[in-house]
């Protein structure tokens, strides 16, 4: 939501109180609901997200029951404070339980935990009409293709607002079951009304629980008014209770991150098979290919190329960058015009430099690449630094663990190390430096030094011709 959207229709600091106690019995999971993931994170993330791009000024208060201390755990870095259902007794029961922290607002939100694609545009709309119309309690509702299983609202009349009540579907009479506008879960109240008919609810039902879209009846009975505005786009109020319906929610939310990302100038080919985390950011020009991942919080410059069937995730990418087939990159950042790949695995730490090259089959684990490095070929470098302009040949492995700890090496700057040489750390390579083909290289070498650590070739002619012909006379009196 823009900052001009929130000046122009400022919220009065209200309760946002999201509904996170359920244990959703038929995902058949051990994992509380609200922590199962699309997106690339909880359920219940998102929704905290939302709420809090929409009130900034406003509390926001998580019921939580299923797998309490998991769930707190989970969102402890949120802010949000907790409300403890100890028994799951209905939504209206969990409105009770949150009675002490609600009475000091004069209106409070109520989200659903597990409805990650609801906008803050489409709450601030929410809330505007529900000041607007001076309503006790005000409903979100949506058209989706199919109704079937969800609460229908009542309205008093097709073009008004006014609600007179929400029928569960099972409880549906006559003329009732033609209607296709469906209740949400998703509701603005007043908080005065709410708590004066808050005990009025039953649980004369046959789940023995409280529902708060009874409250709906109560208030319209009551004199109270009670309103609804339909959402224009129903997916966004679409829940899981299946992993399927969770796994069809998270290709909902990525194909909206797809569409964001290739709003701002991104080319995504074949978006529907790429996998992009709710977080992530692209700048554009940037090409990306079908069957990429791109997780967590990565950040990509201006005029990348991700090729297909690499995985970036929690990293950080300059402008310029190639990222060639196959490549792993995590928690890593790869600086302007560098080069990755093909199957090339960026672990944790690294830092590739300007139009630095990190080629086929090479892996890289805390490692810090100066500018214009290169190591192109079958190569591990681990707890190393690289001087700009060095050269790191082909079967090259720093040598980093002892056993217990591990060390540190240093390559200077315009080094060249031949292929299939050992480094063992902690050992510094001074500038300018040659470590010849082949070489164990133990001590450090000093700037502009060649250093050669391997054992002297010994040619012994016709060797392996006798050889043969022993083993021919072997095998003739076996």
């Given at each position: 939501?823009?900052?001009?959207?929130?000046?122009?229709?400022?919220?009065?600091?209200?309760a946002?109180?999201?509904?996170?106690?359920?244990?959703?019995t038929?995902?058949?999971?051990?994992?509380?609901?609200?922590?199962?993931?699309?997106?690339?994170?909880?359920?219940?993330?998102?929704?905290?997200g939302?709420?809090?791009?929409?009130?900034?000024?406003?509390?926001?208060?998580?019921?939580?029951g299923?797998?309490?201390?998991?769930?707190?755990?989970a969102?402890?870095?949120?802010?949000?404070?907790?409300?403890?259902?100890?028994?799951?007794?209905?939504?209206?029961?969990?409105?009770?339980?949150?009675?002490?922290?609600?009475a000091?607002?004069?209106?409070?939100?109520?989200?659903?935990?597990?409805?990650?694609?609801?906008?803050?545009?489409?709450?601030?709309?929410?809330?505007?009409?529900?000041?607007?119309?001076g309503?006790a309690?005000?409903?979100?509702?949506?058209?989706?293709?199919?109704?079937?299983?969800?609460?229908?609202v009542?309205r008093?009349?097709?073009?008004?607002?006014?609600?007179?009540?929400?029928?569960?579907?099972?409880a549906?009479?006559g003329?009732?079951?033609?209607?296709?506008e469906?209740?949400?879960?998703i509701?603005?109240?007043?908080?005065?009304?709410?708590?004066?008919?808050?005990?009025?609810?039953?649980?004369?039902n046959?789940?023995?629980?409280?529902?708060?879209?009874?409250?709906?009846?109560?208030?319209?009975?009551?004199?109270?008014?009670?309103a609804?505005?339909?959402?224009?786009?129903?997916?966004?109020?679409?829940?899981?209770?299946?992993?399927?319906?969770?796994?069809?929610?998270?290709?909902?939310?990525?194909?909206?991150?797809?569409?964001?990302?290739?709003?701002?100038?991104?080319?995504?080919?074949?978006?529907?098979?790429?996998?992009?985390?709710?977080?992530?950011?692209?700048?554009?020009?940037?090409?990306?290919?079908?069957f990429?991942?791109?997780l967590?919080?990565?950040?990509?410059?201006?005029?990348?190329?991700?090729?297909?069937?690499?995985v970036?995730?929690?990293?950080?990418?300059?402008?310029?960058?190639?990222?060639?087939?196959?490549?792993?990159?995590?928690e890593?950042?790869v600086?302007?015009?560098?080069?990755?790949g093909?199957?090339?695995?960026?672990?944790?730490?690294?830092?590739?430099?300007?139009?630095?090259?990190?080629g086929?089959?090479?892996e890289?684990?805390?490692?810090?690449?100066?500018?214009?490095?290169?190591?192109?070929?079958?190569?591990?470098?681990?707890d190393?630094?690289?001087?700009?302009?060095?050269?790191i040949?082909?079967?090259?492995?720093?040598?980093?663990y002892?056993?217990?700890?591990?060390?540190?090496?240093r390559?200077?700057?315009?080094?060249?190390v031949?292929?299939?040489?050992?480094?063992?750390?902690?050992?510094e390579?001074?500038?300018?430096?040659?470590?010849?083909?082949?070489s164990?290289?133990?001590?450090?070498?000093?700037?502009?030094?060649?250093?050669?650590?391997?054992?002297?070739q010994?040619?012994?002619?016709?060797?392996?011709?006798?050889r043969?012909?022993?083993?021919?006379?072997?095998?003739?009196?076996?």
């Amino acid at each position: 939501m823009s900052k001009e959207a929130k000046q122009e229709h400022p919220l009065p600091k209200l309760a946002v109180v999201i509904m996170a106690a359920g244990k959703g019995t038929r995902l058949k999971s051990r994992r509380p609901k609200v922590l199962h993931e699309v997106g690339g994170k909880p359920l219940l993330s998102h929704v905290i997200g939302t709420a809090a791009r929409l009130a900034e000024n406003s509390d926001i208060y998580a019921i939580i029951g299923h797998e309490a201390e998991r769930v707190r755990a989970a969102m402890a870095s949120t802010g949000v404070q907790f409300i403890e259902q100890k028994e799951q007794r209905g939504t209206g029961h969990a409105i009770q339980c949150a009675r002490e922290a609600i009475a000091g607002y004069e209106h409070i939100l109520v989200l659903s935990g597990d409805v990650p694609l609801i906008t803050a545009d489409t709450l601030q709309h929410l809330m505007t009409l529900h000041l607007a119309e001076g309503a006790a309690m005000t409903i979100l509702t949506a058209t989706p293709e199919d109704p079937a299983g969800y609460g229908r609202v009542i309205r008093r009349s097709p073009d008004r607002s006014d609600v007179d009540a929400i029928v569960e579907q099972k409880a549906l009479k006559g003329e009732q079951h033609s209607i296709r506008e469906i209740n949400s879960g998703i509701y603005a109240f007043k908080v005065a009304p709410l708590l004066k008919y808050l005990d009025k609810l039953s649980n004369d039902n046959s789940h023995r629980e409280f529902y708060l879209t009874d409250m709906a009846a109560h208030l319209h009975t009551g004199g109270e008014k009670v309103a609804a505005l339909k959402a224009e786009e129903a997916v966004e109020v679409l829940g899981a209770n299946t992993i399927a319906e969770l796994v069809a929610l998270d290709a909902n939310l990525r194909m909206a991150t797809a569409r964001r990302l290739m709003a701002g100038g991104v080319t995504i080919f074949r978006p529907e098979t790429c996998v992009i985390d709710a977080e992530v950011e692209v700048e554009p020009d940037t090409i990306i290919e079908p069957f990429v991942q791109l997780l967590g919080k990565t950040r990509i410059g201006a005029e990348c190329r991700i090729r297909s069937y690499s995985v970036i995730e929690n990293c950080t990418l300059g402008a310029d960058v190639v990222v060639l087939q196959s490549c792993v990159l995590t928690e890593s950042v790869v600086s302007d015009s560098a080069r990755i790949g093909p199957f090339a695995r960026i672990r944790p730490g690294s830092e590739i430099g300007q139009e630095a090259h990190v080629g086929n089959f090479v892996e890289t684990k805390k490692a810090k690449l100066g500018k214009g490095a290169k190591a192109n070929h079958l190569t591990y470098i681990g707890d190393a630094e690289v001087g700009a302009g060095s050269n790191i040949g082909a079967g090259v492995i720093t040598c980093n663990y002892d056993g217990v700890h591990k060390h540190l090496t240093r390559i200077g700057q315009k080094v060249f190390v031949g292929s299939d040489s050992t480094l063992v750390a902690p050992i510094e390579i001074g500038d300018g430096a040659y470590i010849g083909a082949g070489s164990c290289i133990t001590r450090d070498v000093p700037s502009g030094a060649l250093a050669v650590g391997r054992s002297r070739q010994v040619v012994k002619e016709g060797w392996a011709v006798a050889r043969h012909a022993a083993m021919e006379k072997m095998k003739s009196t076996s």
